[in-house]
């Protein structure tokens, strides 16, 4: 839910010295001093509507085609995730990209690259190969988490 605190909620991050990311709300991550602000497919075209986020830290957008990662530079976004490289339950319709694919989209682009989709900690050789910053995701990361 857009505009939701994460579990825990930002104030045990800040108690912890934390950082946090807020998604898809500019003002709630403003208000609770969030790190990043990661916009979704629906975020991002929200911004598009109604002008960017005005959020001072940094700004992601998750991007799945070369017309996303187009609109993510034009809204000054800092980095951005581009998935699924892989297979993945979380969205069993989406087509993977494959690790030359993945390359294929961010070659010449100055944002900073996660890969996401069907990767885990063993895939940051091959990510960093293929261009990426490195790789993002939950089960590849917390295998207990499959009911997310």
């Given at each position: 839910m857009a505009g939701a605190a994460?579990?825990?909620g930002p104030p045990p991050c800040r108690a912890r010295g934390l950082r946090f990311w807020i998604r898809d709300d500019a003002g709630a991550a403003r208000r609770e001093g969030a790190f990043g602000l990661h916009l979704s497919g629906e975020g991002l075209t929200?911004?598009?509507r109604d002008g960017a986020p005005g959020f001072d830290g940094l700004l992601s957008v998750a991007c799945h085609d070369a017309?996303?990662?187009e609109r993510a530079m034009a809204l000054g976004a800092d980095?951005?995730?581009l998935s699924p490289?892989?297979?993945t339950p979380t969205h069993p319709e989406a087509a993977p990209l494959g690790w030359e694919g993945f390359a294929d989209l961010i070659a010449g682009n100055p944002l900073v690259f996660y890969a996401l989709g069907?990767?885990?900690p063993d895939d940051l050789t091959t990510a960093r190969a293929h261009g990426a910053y490195g790789v993002a995701g939950?089960?590849?990361f917390w295998p207990a988490c499959v009911d997310l």
């Open positions: 994460p579990r825990g929200r911004a598009e017309a996303q990662i980095m951005a995730t490289v892989r297979a069907g990767v885990g939950i089960r590849g």
